[in-house]
């Protein structure tokens, strides 16, 4: 699989996988499917694994290590996020959680993004993915924080990569506006955009990317299929936008696109995955998996080839603006 390499940090396949799915996301994963989807990913040539504790509360970073235990260290690039804290919480141990996965409440996020909070939040995620040391760490969804995380928060991360406790800092976030703001005043390494840089959403297009670009900082991609609009080749009907239902005019450009593709002989979510990568400033794509079928469609579709007249025509059509074609790649992982 091709690779793409941070001006400062590691070199990143164009495919990651996101283990939000190994945390139960919205509904319970068995252990077999999350070491398949870790397996799976890992034969399709996948070397850039992501993770957080706000996943699960913690079950993602453990089965992802698990499922990475045999694996040579050097081999991959984890990364995971800090900010919210895991406390454990045995009188709410009983119910369920609240924050979107199907795990028991055993313990509560507090958000933190101190350095005390940041150091005791990395030493949990250490002992989880049973790794000594992991690549990446973003400042995870700090939308209501940014006082703190853009003192404190960032300062203790440049800290930790100075030190070379990990290779690469960065903010990973569901809005570009303030990512656009971290790389403009602090000193990251890459930043990971959710669902703002995709065939629906362009709002990281105007600021964030041409500001990446200019500075030398990395983007991820997530959330390019927009928590499923453009999963499936023609939009369902009840097809979801950011976890929402998806609106009528969402549709109907969803639909508009998937016309398009069709012309082409292209599958909607293979553009999903192509569009952003054609972008120099991003370095990778992060695309979720519950089992090994899931990583293994992942891996296809990125494989995919869409031909340049279909970017020519969306833009063309007004469905999505012009970007640079795709940017050298560094060689390949084995």
């Not at 924050?99 to 993004?113: C, E, L, S, Y």
């Not at 406790?165 to 602090?186: C, D, I, P």
Request: glycine share 10%; charged share 25%.
């Amino acid at each position: 699989m091709r690779v793409r390499t941070l001006l400062r940090g590691p070199e990143l396949t164009e495919l990651g996988l996101g283990a939000a799915q190994l945390g139960n996301l919205a509904r319970e994963t068995s252990d077999t499917d999350a070491q398949g989807a870790v397996d799976a990913a890992w034969d399709s040539g996948v070397r850039y694994f992501d993770t957080a504790p706000h996943y699960g509360l913690g079950l993602s970073e453990r089965r992802l290590g698990a499922a990475l235990a045999r694996r040579p260290r050097a081999g991959y690039t984890v990364s995971t996020k800090v900010g919210r804290l895991l406390v454990p919480s045995p009188e709410t141990a009983h119910r369920p959680d609240d924050g979107g996965f199907a795990v028991p409440a055993a313990f509560r996020r507090d958000w933190d993004f101190s350095r005390d909070g940041i150091l005791r939040s990395l030493e949990g995620s250490l002992a989880r993915l049973g790794l000594d040391h992991v690549d990446i760490v973003y400042l995870h969804d700090p939308d209501e924080h940014w006082q703190q995380a853009s003192t404190t928060g960032v300062d203790t991360l440049v800290e930790l990569r100075d030190q070379g406790v990990v290779k690469a800092v960065g903010v990973g976030m569901n809005q570009a506006a303030m990512l656009t703001e971290f790389v403009r005043r602090s000193d990251v390494d890459l930043v990971m955009v959710a669902g703002r840089h995709t065939l629906l959403d362009q709002s990281a297009t105007d600021e964030l990317l041409p500001l990446a670009e200019e500075r030398g900082v990395g983007v991820v991609a997530a959330a390019v299929y927009n928590s499923g609009l453009l999963a499936a080749d023609r939009p369902p009907a009840d097809a979801t936008y950011d976890y929402r239902p998806a609106s009528r005019e969402l549709m109907a450009r969803a639909g508009a696109l998937a016309d398009v593709c069709e012309r082409h002989g292209v599958a909607l979510p293979e553009a999903a995955i192509a569009y952003p990568l054609r972008h120099p400033a991003v370095v990778s794509v992060v695309l979720g998996a519950r089992d090994a079928g899931q990583s293994r469609t992942n891996a296809a579709r990125l494989a995919a080839r869409v031909p340049d007249t279909l970017w020519t025509e969306l833009a063309d059509l007004g469905l999505v603006p012009g970007v640079p074609g795709a940017p050298s790649t560094t060689g390949e992982l084995s």
